[in-house]
């Protein structure tokens, strides 16, 4: 029977070639070690429904991966192992998705894990520890109350965020921690006409416009998904973000 890492390493690398991307070794075995973490952690605390190899590598590995290509700027190599550094915040990281994927692949990539829970936070140390990763910072606090933080708020060349919240609402946890001129990406799945159409008030009032979008699918392994790249284009006026669960309660029109 294939192991647990074999049939991982298996479709990651199918993932990888569907998206152009080729990663050394190391890499590859860096993310099985951490799937591997994820699966048994699971155990203990609620990570993921998704523990078999194949969807774990599909679902959150390659997935994450489609968001790399947003941050590649104009004359950089190819291979994001060479890429030069920039700041990412991944906002509501739960168990390090998209991340950490991120990381492994683009290792001068200083990041940022903003996570509410702290009981996931903890599992990020575990795996940025045992990984021996370096240029990660973990923030067990909530979205809100890191952009208003000096230390956060409009530090960053790029924020993300994949399954965290309603666009009108994810804006608001992500283009106030993006400096001008950088972008927030907003990781959906393929119904997002009506999302996108109530959160053009939130993009306006935030300081963004939309970029980009990118349609993507893999069939079988990943289902249609979009891509939303905003451009940060001028400063989030200072009472954004509102309160901690207010952007949720009250979202932007
Ligand atoms: N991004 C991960 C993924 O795609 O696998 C996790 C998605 S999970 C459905 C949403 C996560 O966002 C949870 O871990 C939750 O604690 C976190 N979260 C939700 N609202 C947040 C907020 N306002 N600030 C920080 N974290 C938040």
Avoid: C
């Avoid at 605390?45 to 994450?64: G, Q």
Wanted: no cysteine.
């Amino acid at each position: 029977m294939e192991t647990f890492e074999n049939a991982f390493l298996r479709v990651l690398r199918e993932g990888l070639a569907w998206l152009g991307w080729v990663l050394p070794e190391p890499a590859l075995e860096a993310m099985a070690r951490y799937a591997a973490m994820v699966r048994e952690w699971n155990e203990r605390m609620n990570l993921t429904a998704i523990v078999e190899p194949e969807a774990m590598a599909a679902r959150h590995f390659v997935d994450s991966m489609t968001a790399l290509r947003a941050f590649q700027e104009p004359g950089w190599p190819p291979d994001p192992m060479g890429w030069p550094a920039r700041r990412l915040a991944d906002v509501g990281t739960g168990a390090g998705f998209p991340g950490l994927v991120l990381k492994l692949a683009w290792p001068a990539l200083q990041l940022t894990l903003i996570e509410a829970t702290a009981k996931k936070a903890r599992f990020l140390e575990a795996v940025t520890r045992s990984l021996g990763l370096q240029g990660v910072v973990i923030v067990a606090r909530r979205a809100e109350e890191v952009g208003q933080d000096p230390a956060h708020r409009e530090q960053y060349h790029g924020a993300i965020a994949r399954a965290v919240a309603d666009l009108p609402v994810l804006l608001e946890y992500l283009l106030p921690l993006v400096q001008v001129g950088g972008i927030a990406v907003a990781m959906k799945g393929a119904e997002i006409e009506e999302e996108l159409a109530a959160a053009q008030g939130a993009m306006g009032r935030l300081g963004g416009r939309l970029r980009d979008r990118w349609d993507l699918a893999w069939p079988p392994h990943l289902s249609p998904r979009t891509l939303l790249i905003f451009e940060k284009i001028a400063p989030t006026p200072t009472h954004y973000p509102r309160r901690p669960g207010i952007p949720e309660k009250r979202p932007l029109r």
